[in-house]
């Protein structure tokens, strides 16, 4: 893999650890109750059309919501957290660490996504 691959606009990408709060609490998008109670639909959440998903985010967020746990659409069993900017101060930056081309993280990625090596 080439380490051009791991710049954006001439900076190095990083991978941080994030460390929420323990009393916030996120929405559960993969639980069905959760998405009864606001009569939201599985596939009117997984879809990547942004203006089917912004506005939900948005009734969530002016509903007082923290964030939103819910699956990826790379991989269903791997976890997305998005967190609104009410949690900016219940965050703490335990590391970061530019990526390295050399990085196990990198390779599985990549291998993931179907990028082939250098």
């Known amino acids: 893999m080439v380490p051009q691959i791991l710049l954006r606009r001439g900076l190095p990408l990083a991978l ?17 109750q959760v ?4 009569r939201l639909r599985p596939s009117h959440m997984a879809t990547g059309h942004r ?23 790379f991989e269903s069993l791997w976890t997305n957290i998005t967190l609104f900017d009410r949690v900016t101060p219940r965050l703490r930056v335990a590391s970061v660490r530019r990526l390295q081309s050399e990085d196990a993280a990198v390779h599985q990625a990549a291998e993931f996504l179907g990028i082939a090596p250098a």
């Open 51 to 73: 203006g089917v998903t912004q506005p939900q985010a948005l009734a969530l967020y002016r509903s007082g919501a923290s964030g939103l746990r819910w699956w990826s659409t």
């Open 16 to 32: 941080a650890a994030i460390n929420l709060d323990d009393r916030v609490t996120l929405l559960d998008m993969d639980d069905p």
């Open 35 to 38: 998405l009864a109670a606001r």
